[in-house]
């Protein structure tokens, strides 16, 4: 495939492990590159890749499709505005029952390709979306456990402390129905995503709302978006600096749930 003329891009959408040397091979190649999300495992791998993709000039996107909900637009627009005042401190959760259907013998099911339970398969989007609203994270720490898988962790909760001081409160569960949520606190306003499509705003004084938006492809649009980017339109919304930084976040908090301890995110 890598050698054929005719194909100019590539999504990926293999096991984590293989992320890192396939974006690389795909990249000396000259195919642009789409990754499915988590980018790598660790933040040399990521460094390497990116690399690999800006000398060989060829865009490279990371497939965080909730950047892509009309709520989380109108959250970066608040925030970018200072509706909500200063931010203290962030709220989030992503947690389903995917875990509960891996069989044994699945690439998901092996702890070297799913650390800390969920974190791969939904919880770093969750890293994600605090990081795009947020601003980077300064350090980490977990606590993870097995309760109810027999491989797997499948309860995943850290607390976070962000670059301008703020922190955050973020938890992953794999074997539990689905849930999505984040919460902004601000000194003026709270801010919560309540599932994908609902935004309910709590000011200080006064009347606060809720509103709700249409149902958006998000897959959709962030293959659009890709291709935008290779026909040279408009870069893709994720930059490279923040995909990397959220691998650093994750492996910050693999260390941390391994030491018990509180991991700076690098």
Not at 67 to 94: D, Q, W
Request: net charge negative; with cysteine; aromatic share 6%.
């Amino acid at each position: 495939m890598l050698a054929d003329p005719a194909v100019k891009a590539v999504v990926l959408a293999t096991p984590h492990r293989q992320h890192a040397g396939q974006v690389v091979a795909a990249a000396r190649a000259g195919k642009h590159v789409f990754v499915e999300k988590p980018f790598t495992l660790s933040k040399a791998s990521a460094e390497a890749a990116a690399a690999a993709c800006r000398e060989a000039g060829v865009v490279l996107a990371l497939g965080h499709n909730r950047r892509f909900l009309p709520a989380t637009a109108e959250m970066r627009r608040m925030v970018a505005e200072g509706a909500l005042g200063r931010l203290l401190h962030a709220e989030g959760n992503m947690s389903g029952p995917g875990a509960l259907g891996y069989a044994p013998e699945s690439w998901r099911s092996d702890r070297e390709e799913s650390p800390l339970g969920g974190m791969g398969g939904m919880g770093i989007r969750m890293v994600d979306m605090l990081i795009h609203l947020m601003g980077p994270l300064a350090s980490v720490s977990v606590a993870a456990a097995r309760q109810v898988l027999p491989g797997l962790d499948d309860t995943t909760a850290m607390l976070g402390r962000f670059a301008s001081g703020a922190t955050c409160t973020f938890a992953t569960l794999a074997a539990v129905p689905r849930h999505w949520r984040v919460t902004l606190f601000g000194t003026r306003e709270n801010l919560e995503m309540d599932g994908q499509d609902r935004l309910r705003f709590t000011p200080l004084e006064g009347e606060g709302w809720v509103r709700e938006f249409a149902k958006a492809d998000i897959e959709h649009a962030e293959l659009a978006a890709f291709a935008a980017a290779v026909a040279d339109g408009p870069a893709c919304p994720l930059p490279l600096e923040e995909a990397i930084h959220g691998v650093a976040v994750f492996e910050a908090m693999i260390g941390a749930a391994a030491s018990g301890g509180t991991y700076a995110v690098a």
